[in-house]
């Protein structure tokens, strides 16, 4: 009896041990190709509000892949710098045209009415 609980043991064990190494040429699990993200940010016009809020990054088994995190984080950065530089030059040409119309003393664009008396 005990030689047959020995033997009972010692198959258990091996074919544990078989099926966790992966014997053979077939691997216990296959492997799976990466994630890719399959929506990605259009590149033929700037981001809007949906864009960013319809990106689903694809998640790696520890988390987000970093190329694909890296690659969105640089578009947003560049294109919020681009808007950034936008509103700057816009905020700059509207101080001066102001400027320019409070000299005048036309503050609200229009032309001076001259009356005769």
């Known amino acids: 009896m005990f ?6 043991m010692v198959v258990v064990v091996a074919a544990v041990t078989l099926a966790v190494v992966g014997g053979g040429d077939s691997a216990a699990l296959p492997e799976v190709a990466p994630e890719q993200l399959t929506d990605p940010l259009p590149l033929n016009r700037p981001l809007g509000r949906a864009d960013v809020e319809a990106l689903r990054l694809p998640v790696s088994p520890r988390g987000y892949r970093m190329d694909d995190v890296d690659e969105v984080l640089d578009r947003l950065g560049a294109e ?5 530089a936008r509103i700057a030059d816009l ?13 005048r003393g036309d503050v609200f664009g229009k032309p001076e009415e001259e009356t005769d008396r």
């Open 91 to 103: 905020e700059s040409a509207l101080a001066g045209a102001q400027a320019t119309a409070a000299r």
């Open 3 to 8: 030689l047959f609980l020995l033997i009972a």
């Open 80 to 84: 919020l710098a681009e808007r950034d």
